[in-house]
């Protein structure tokens, strides 16, 4: 198991603004500040997984790119699996067309002492916020 150390290399994002219009295109704008011009849970994404694990997705990875990709960069876990930090986490009502799911970051493993935290760009915070 990994343990997080306090001051993760996300936590900048913390309370950065939620914008559901700032999907991966502003990646293409070397001048765009996500911790100014707001992000949405795709976006960040591409931010966390750059900054905690050196991950650099391509820019056109979206949320229907996220959910398929089944091996370049991620592989799909049964409910049996133990979830791991860096996994990505998918939610949405039943049924919900996959490319409607909200995307986050496991960023925090359960231990005996620490809950699971996820990290993610929302809507109900209006900000980047952990779960």
Same mark, same amino acid.
């Given at each position: ?5 306090? #001051?993760?290399? +996300?936590?900048?994002? =913390?309370?950065? @603004?939620?914008? $559901? ?6 990646? =293409?704008?070397?001048?765009?500040? $996500?911790? +100014? ?5 795709? /976006? ?13 997705? @391509? ?11 089944? #091996?370049?960069?991620?592989? !799909?876990?049964?409910?049996?699996? @133990? =979830?791991?930090? #860096?996994?990505?986490?998918?939610? #949405?009502? $039943?049924?919900?067309?996959?490319? !409607? ?10 231990? =005996?002492?620490?809950? /699971? ?15």
């Amino acid at each position: 198991m990994i343990n997080i150390e306090k #001051g993760s290399r +996300t936590d900048r994002y =913390l309370g950065a @603004p939620y914008k $559901p219009e700032h999907s991966p295109f502003v990646l =293409l704008d070397d001048s765009f500040d $996500p911790l +100014t011009d707001g992000i949405n849970c795709q /976006t960040f994404v591409h931010f966390y997984l750059r900054d905690e694990f050196g991950v650099n997705l @391509p820019r056109g990875m979206w949320s229907k790119e996220l959910y398929e990709d089944d #091996g370049e960069f991620f592989r !799909r876990v049964n409910d049996e699996e @133990p =979830l791991l930090r #860096g996994d990505l986490l998918f939610v #949405g009502k $039943p049924r919900t067309k996959h490319t !409607r799911l909200h995307v986050g970051v496991v960023h925090q493993i359960a231990d =005996l002492q620490e809950e /699971t935290i996820i990290r993610h760009a929302n809507k109900k915070d209006n900000m980047v916020s952990d779960w």
